[in-house]
């Protein structure tokens, strides 16, 4: 089975597609799969650009820059936390206020005096011991629980970098091994064609053409088990990257 094959049946078991779709989607689909008859690392976009994507598509990365957000923000709201002791006030006043007082110069009579109505407009500041005290403390204390995010969010980038490299050459691995084991299997089944034809025309005996049998049988298992390899590598592309296997490929 070659390798187009195998994507081909990697593309209808795991796909959305239903079964009313239109042919020339499917070919459309199906143009976008690895070409067996080259090398699938020339088909494939380069590695750097491979990771670039994993690590822009993985859910741990985009929590943990939800963490260093969320710490960023928790640092400015600490920074601008003084301000809490700036109050302002604003009132309004009216009414009969007379202030009635004796008068100095006159003993026995009475003076009053009228105080303006209207707004009043005023900015009250406190000053807490805490921040002369703890505000310093308390900002460094922020900083470092975002630092700690940040590095928490580069190991998190580190690890799919190291993860997608080792899936990246395991993959191409497992496609040259398939190859390979594809055409020792094809090498194998024309030799006992041949063994077959040289038996009956009495040319090798029986014992010739049972060992030409083993070494096709074992030659057929090498290429199950490098397939199976393969396949299972194949279908875990989209959830070890993140993107389907078409937006990996080097358009054509």
């Not at 499917?26 to 750097?48: C, G, V």
């Not at 005096?113 to 009250?124: A, E, K, L, P």
Request: charged share 20%.
């Amino acid at each position: 089975m070659t390798l187009r094959i195998l994507a081909f049946l990697f593309l209808l078991t795991n796909s959305s597609f239903c079964y009313g779709q239109t042919t020339g989607a499917t070919q459309k689909a199906a143009s976008a799969l690895p070409d067996e008859q080259l090398d699938l690392q020339r088909q494939l976009l380069p590695l750097d650009s491979i990771i670039a994507i994993a690590v822009k598509h993985s859910p741990t990365v985009k929590f943990q820059q939800d963490v260093v957000d969320a710490d960023q923000a928790q640092v400015e709201y600490t920074q601008k936390q003084w301000s809490n002791n700036v109050v302002g006030f604003v009132n309004y006043s009216g009414g009969n206020q007379n202030i009635v007082s004796a008068d100095n110069q006159t003993p026995g009579s009475m003076s009053s005096s009228d105080i303006t109505s209207g707004f009043r407009v005023g900015i009250q500041i406190n000053l807490p011991l805490f921040e002369l005290m703890g505000r310093k403390s308390q900002v460094k204390v922020a900083k470092f629980q975002l630092n700690s995010a940040v590095s928490k969010k580069e190991e998190s980038e580190q690890d799919i970098k190291t993860l997608v490299i080792q899936f990246y050459y395991e993959l191409i691995y497992a496609n040259n091994l398939l190859a390979i084991r594809n055409e020792a299997k094809q090498s194998t089944i024309n030799q006992y064609q041949i063994a077959e034809k040289q038996f009956k025309d009495g040319i090798i005996d029986i014992g010739e053409l049972s060992r030409l049998k083993t070494i096709e049988i074992n030659a057929s298992a090498d290429f199950e088990d490098a397939k199976r390899q393969f396949s299972t590598l194949y279908g875990q592309i989209e959830p070890t990257i993140g993107v389907p296997i078409a937006k990996l490929m080097v358009k054509r």
